[in-house]
């Protein structure tokens, strides 16, 4: 049995390695940006969002991965922010709409904080992850899977949210968090493709 389970876990090991090798194989990196880009939901935002990382990124499918969850942090944070000041600036003064409002934004605050969180745990279980084999790999993908899945389940739950009226401010921090939920959804199809 245990025999059975080492084989797995090298055959993972292989097939990874092996699929980071081939995908990478006699690509530039603006080419292998947009190759790795045309597997995710929102193709235009992954490439022109992550073209400006291509000399850093070179053709490494897991620096690729990263990046994408980097850049999806680096809008939720402020966004975060926004929301908080949103929500602070709501309970100070009374709503009209007998607390709906103030109610979306107190979770969504909650929720995007919480995303933002999930999204900066994948992108640190996903370093170093180059140097490992076996079901160390396996599990920390898996791992970063499940967070980032959660963190767009926040997005979208809070979108929703925000889709309950408030005016054009509630609009804009909707569409905000639309573009959120997309990179993020962008950086999970990556760390998918390091497993298919």
Known sequence: MASIALFFSLLTSL????????????????????????????PGLCYASLRP??????????????????????????????IFSLHHRASLAPSS???????????CD???????????KSEKELAG???????????????????????????????DEFGNGGGEEFERVRKKVKRAEQLTSNALALVNCLVN
Request: with cysteine.
């Open 15 to 42: 097939l990874f390695t092996s699929s980071m090798a081939i995908a990478s194989y006699n690509q530039n990196p603006t080419s292998f940006i947009r190759s790795s880009c045309g597997r995710t939901l929102y």
């Open 53 to 82: 990382f291509a000399a850093r990124v070179g053709t490494d499918s897991v620096l690729l991965s990263r990046f994408a969850m980097n850049v999806s942090a680096s809008r939720l944070k402020p966004l975060s922010d926004k």
């Open 97 to 107: 709409s007998g607390g709906i409002v103030t109610s979306a934004i107190k979770d």
């Open 110 to 120: 909650g929720l995007i904080s919480d995303a933002s969180d999930l999204v900066k």
């Open 129 to 159: 992850l180059e140097g490992m084999v076996g079901r160390e790999v396996t599990w920390r993908i898996s791992n970063a899977q499940t967070w980032l899945s959660a963190a767009i389940t926040d997005e979208g739950t809070c979108s």
